[in-house]
Each structure stands twice: as C-alpha cells, then as structure tokens.
DNA sequence: CCGATGGATAGCCGAACGGATGATTCGGAT
DNA sequence: ATCCGAATCATCCGTTCGGCTATCCATCGG
C-alpha cells in the first residue's frame, strides 16, 4: 500500500572538520536507501550557512572543530535557528563535561566515533523521530557519574592550578583570601582522592575535567 | 605501450579503531584506480596478522588504538616482519614526541587527518615509492624543536610527580637522594619553562611528554 | 686527550604547602 | 522552619618545596 509514499529519506547534514572523517560517514550513510547527506561543513560559520540553507532533518556534528567555536556552541546556534534540525553528536570524546555541554547546547543524542556503523544508523534514525539517543559508554558514564562532581569554583581553582599558580597567587587572581583557597583544594583533593597540586592537576587532566591547553 | 604491465596497484592496509575513520579512508582511497584497499584492523593484534597475511604496501596507522598497545608499537612490530610494509601515520595527534616516537618505530611518513584527500593520496604514492612524507604542520615543527627534548630520567620523574610523589617519594623509589631528585627538578623546571610541580605536570601532559594515564 | 653532557650528591633557607579544626553567610531543597 | 552544601575566612603547625651554589664522576664525540 501507499507505494507512492514510500520512504521520505532523512537529510542529513555533516559537521567535522576532518575529510577523511566526512568521507567515512558519508561513504556509510549514503549505502543506507533511507538516508542521504545532503550537504557538508568543516567549520562553524560554514555549519550555520549550510543548515539555514538546506534545513537538513539531522546534523552529524564533531564537537572538535579545530580552532574557533566548539561543536557544543554550534549546537547551540543550529538549535536557535528557525526550523532547528535535530543535532546528533558524533565524536571521539566521552567525558562528562563534553556530554553535559552538548546535552545543554540542544544535541539530542551523543555518539562515539568508534561505534559500529549499524549504530550510527540507528542512531540517526532514532533522532530523525525525535528520539534521544546515547551511546551505551555515554549513558553509563551519565548515570554512575563516575567521580563526584567538582563545583565550578573547584573546577576554576584547578584550571589555574594547572598553570603553577601558588595559593597566593590564587587568591588575589580570585579576590578571595588564602584561606578560602586552601579550603578549595583540601576539598578537590577529597574529592581527587590525591593529596597534591601536582596530583590534582593530572587526576584532573585524566577525567578531562581540565583540559590541557594553555 | 606496455598495455599488459599498466600500474601495478599500491597495496593498502587499513588500522584505525574507528570505523568511520576507515570507511572514509577506505572511500577516498579506493577511488584513486592506482589504489587498493587489501584489508583493516582495528587493533594491534589483528593488524600483525593482517600484514603477516596479506603483505600490503603500505600500511596507513591510527597512533590511537584505544586500549592496549598504541600506533608507534604497532609500526616497530610490523617493520621488524619480514618483507615489512611502509608504514603511513596518519592521526589526529601533532606533538613532537608522537612524531618522534612513531618516526623511531620506523614509520615513513606522518599525516594528520585534517589533511586535504589530494595530499593523502600523494602521501601514500610517495610512501609506496620508499620516501618519506612529512605534513608541513608536522615538518614545520620537527624544524623549530618546539621545546627542549628531557632526559630519560626527566621524563621518569615527571611521571611519578603526576602521581603525586614527594621529593622524599621519589628519592626512595629511585634509589637516590632527595638532593638529586630537586636537581632532576630543577633541570625539568626550566626546560619545561615552569616553576612549580603541578605546572610542570601540566605542561608535560600537553607536550605529550608524559601520558595522563594512571 | 679534553670538553660537553647527563647523572648523582650536598647544605642552606625562606617561602609555600597540606592537615586539622572551627566559624560565618547565603541560598536552595525539604 | 529547617537542613545542607558551597563559599568564605581564620589560626596553628609540621613538612615540603624551590632556588642557590658547588662538587664529583662516567661517557661520548671530537
């Protein structure tokens, strides 16, 4: 029945800013009968361009674009957008931080690139319906919340501990006195289960709650 | 001329632990008709068999296996077959000691995967010819040495201090005294331009120097 | 044969750190 | 109305760090 009507492809639309990665998705996706790419970007600037032109129903998108805006902020615009398309996170990175900003930014599911090609599809499927879609590492790293959670001060305090910073130092960089710096840490050291900077800044690092760009 | 002998076909073997990655790989590539795809792995172990079985020309290597033995181990164990293949790096990663460590293991050329299709093909017509490709990123930086290279002892120390160890710690652990272990300190400091241990920790893991992993 | 380099060692000292303990304020959840 | 976590501040104290200066020894390449 209804053989006029058959299958409405899903368009979808590629954000990477790796060829070889967009070749691979779209080599995979197109050999899907219901799913074709109707068009790619590398960038954020050129991402906006492209979704407001072709109003795709998915977009695949890295959340490491190279130098300027991240894949989460893109998200973000893409989602403000007349129209949003659905976003659909597809990226080697599986910490928490990144999962929460994308989650935040609109994304409606979260994907890692090592994942079988059948659950890409899957995937791109599920969100084309609306659905919200994770990775099994990604939903189990969401829901064990593998460490406790560090307030964003502590976070903040660490960022700048990774850069040699001294308690002092710290405190005037934070207006607050010493005292309230050593507190922190003696915190962020319970909660790191390590009892130096030096540690701290590598536990730190490891969990990506820091990244180690300067 | 010659119809009968027409262009032998490169060989190539795949190892990426992403299949996205080798999909599109493995699209652009065999789109050139001087290129072969001859087989993938996604893991050290099945990479030895494959070029054990198959002997490809070139063999195009992801530095990040995920767990277990990284790209670099990889190429030293394929370059030591007989009849060892070329082996292409080609990864996402661009720090001096990835690219040290993997042209130590024998590789022939190193490429990122930002790199334009065009120079990935050209890349691997060069490598099957027995020379040795550079990315201008990766050249460009092997010219200007970004940092100071740390002794082996160095770079021993700045591991532990990551664990958090104490000078005491440290002394103890490698049969020296603490008086030598500020020395080796002292030495880290300034070639990492740093003066503390937490920042220390922090460049080292940026540099790649020491690996974030406990 | 000799300088350069990497490694190991030493002492000194002021500054910084980490642990322990306790207190106040504020805002959100119950 | 109550309780709790987060953030702030304080004091004390023993330990550790980092900077400095200097020596000694092996190895390696010229």
Chains 1, 2 share one sequence.
Do not use: C, W
Not at 92 to 97: I, P, S, V
């Amino acid at each position: 029945m209804t053989s006029d009507a058959p299958a409405p492809a899903i368009r979808v639309a590629l954000v990477d800013d790796h060829p070889v990665v967009r070749a691979g998705v779209r080599a995979l996706v197109e050999a899907q009968d219901d799913l074709i790419v109707v068009g790619e970007a590398s960038d954020a600037h050129s991402a906006e361009q492209l979704v407001a032109g072709l109003h795709p129903d998915v977009v695949l998108m890295d959340l490491n674009l190279g130098p300027g805006p991240g894949g989460a902020e893109v998200t973000a615009r893409l989602r403000a957008l007349p129209e949003p398309p659905y976003v659909l996170i597809l990226t080697t990175y599986d910490t928490e931080a990144d999962i929460m900003s994308a989650i935040d930014a609109g994304a409606s599911g979260y994907l890692l690139k090592d994942a079988p090609p059948e659950d890409l599809f899957r995937a791109i499927r599920g969100t084309a319906r609306g659905e919200t879609v994770l990775a099994p590492a990604v939903a189990a790293r969401l829901v064990r919340r593998s460490g406790p959670m560090l307030t964003e001060r502590e976070v903040e305090i660490l960022g700048l501990l990774a850069t040699g910073k001294s308690n002092r130092d710290l405190a005037k960089k934070l207006y607050v006195s010493e005292a309230t710096i050593k507190s922190h840490l003696a915190h962020i050291y319970s909660k790191l289960d390590v009892d130096t900077r030096a540690a701290a800044v590598a536990r730190a690092i490891e969990q990506r709650i820091i990244r180690p760009v300067s």
